[in-house]
């Protein structure tokens, strides 16, 4: 609620919040709105910057579609015919040249990729 909103609004607030329902003025509103369309600009300018900046081989992206897959590193080393330790390490490379530090992170940031 705003400081400067008459009773009869602020009494009609506090019982639409009371029912459930989610109270926004309109000023602040459109500054939300305002916030949310720079926001998603933003967004989308980092996506398009990062997969013009990240190219993977073939072989990270063989490892990345297995890691948005869910597998874990044994499940990726069968996958892929390899070891173990040498999975480790692919995935390893692949968090450095994505700049993620966790599966999580590089999850998302491939899909923006892939």
Excluded: C
């Excluded at 989610?22 to 949310?36: H, Q, S, Y």
């Excluded at 190219?55 to 992206?61: F, P, Q, S, V, Y």
């Excluded at 490892?63 to 869910?70: D, E, S, V």
């Amino acid at each position: 609620m705003l400081k400067d909103m008459d009773a009869d609004k602020m009494i009609a607030s506090i019982r639409d919040t009371v029912a459930g329902q989610f109270v926004l003025p309109a000023a602040v509103a459109a500054k939300l709105a305002t916030r949310m369309s720079r926001f998603n600009e933003e967004y989308e300018n980092w996506q398009r910057s990062t997969q013009e900046h990240i190219k993977l081989t073939e072989r990270e992206e063989e490892l990345a579609q297995l890691i948005i897959k869910g597998l874990n590193n044994r499940e990726i080393a069968d996958a892929l015919h390899i070891a173990e330790g040498t999975a480790r390490n692919y995935i390893s490379n692949l968090y450095s040249k994505l700049e993620v530090v966790d599966r999580a992170q590089a999850i998302v940031r491939l899909q923006s990729i892939i």
